[in-house]
């Protein structure tokens, strides 16, 4: 081939041709050039490498980003200092192109590093649990979903709750956790704690460990071990009490009755929400002696009974409720 083919077979054709934007004549003209030597071979393959390069870059964006062959030829041409477009060297255009390849991909996968996938954990008709990207450990009770990055970036860990959920959070005092409901923020460093926000008047946190910050509108209540914070939705107000020494808060998850130092009138309240029933006192005094004792998924016929031998009373079935007598707490 004359060595003025070879100047007309420049890069910029080589680049429309691998565009499949070349006629019938540029192209045979690039297939007998590429065949003349070993040198043209080369040449072909190296910019048919960066064609690819670019190609791919292209292809993987997903964000409505575009890099266009023919634009990215542009830009590799004006970054040119000095000399015609007739003696420009492989080697130089090669680097620069390599330059432009390696600023868009960097772009790239900067981006991409950057970006927070938001997921999403429905229990629809059953519970379900999550572990979290920094370790942290979700319950969630069934009819209750769980919004949360697949990554925490930045100054906070925030996750939006709908229903009920355990959480069991890794401690990381630099970054706090944020749990976002209709109305309230629960911020915490590290703790276990249950968050109601099923119920249609009242939003309730339980911590069982550590402490909690609890947040609504203006209104604030530090919610330490053994402590609840309620907010009522009617009234608009948010109160701290002492939890009742029941498991009750968590006995959607571990079906345990955990009665330490609870009154019987607390007991007897758990119980009845939880199987359902209403249980009546003969004795008014019954309700204010303490228990101890615990009950893992048993039936109501024989929690009535542990209670009744502990304390020295009787229970009896009323057909429709359940009736505690005896003369109060044993001396």
């Not at 499949?20 to 048919?48: A, C, L, Y």
């Not at 409901?181 to 099923?198: I, K, M, P, R, S």
């Not at 119920?199 to 071990?225: F, R, W």
Request: charged share 20%.
């Amino acid at each position: 081939m004359s060595e003025k083919n070879r100047h007309i077979v420049s890069e910029e054709l080589l680049f429309r041709y691998f565009a499949n934007e070349v006629n019938p004549d540029e192209q045979e003209m690039v297939w007998s050039w590429k065949s003349e030597n070993h040198k043209n071979q080369q040449e072909f393959e190296r910019v048919n490498l960066l064609f690819l390069d670019l190609k791919a870059v292209n292809n993987i964006g997903k964000d409505g980003a575009v890099y266009d062959v023919d634009g990215a030829w542009q830009k590799i041409l004006k970054s040119k200092k000095g000399g015609s477009s007739q003696t420009r060297s492989v080697l130089g255009w090669w680097k620069i192109a390599a330059a432009v390849l390696v600023m868009i991909g960097m772009g790239w996968f900067t981006y991409m590093s950057r970006q927070v996938e938001t997921l999403e954990l429905l229990a629809e008709d059953s519970q379900q649990a999550v572990q979290l990207v920094d370790g942290s450990q979700v319950s969630l009770n069934q009819g209750s979903s769980l919004t949360y990055p697949n990554k925490f970036n930045g100054a906070e860990r925030k996750v939006e709750l709908k229903g009920e959920a355990y959480f069991e959070v890794a401690h990381n005092p630099k970054q706090p956790f944020l749990i976002q409901t209709d109305e309230v923020v629960v911020q915490v460093l590290g703790t276990t704690f249950n968050v109601n926000n099923a119920n249609a008047d009242s939003i309730i946190v339980t911590v069982d460990t550590g402490k909690v910050l609890m947040t609504v509108g203006g209104n604030q209540e530090t919610l330490p071990a053994g402590y609840q914070g309620v907010y009522y939705r009617s009234s608009q107000q948010l109160v701290k009490i002492i939890s009742e020494r029941t498991g009750m808060h968590n006995y959607w998850r571990t079906k345990t009755l955990s009665f330490s130092g609870a009154t019987v009138a607390q007991a007897v309240s758990a119980i009845e929400d939880i199987y359902e029933v209403k249980i009546d006192f003969s004795n008014a005094d019954i309700a204010n002696c303490k228990i101890n004792v615990d009950f893992q998924d048993e039936k109501i016929e024989h929690v009535l009974e542990i209670m009744s031998e502990t304390l020295n009373l009787v229970w009896s079935n009323q057909g429709d409720s359940y009736l505690i007598s005896g003369y109060g707490c044993p001396q």
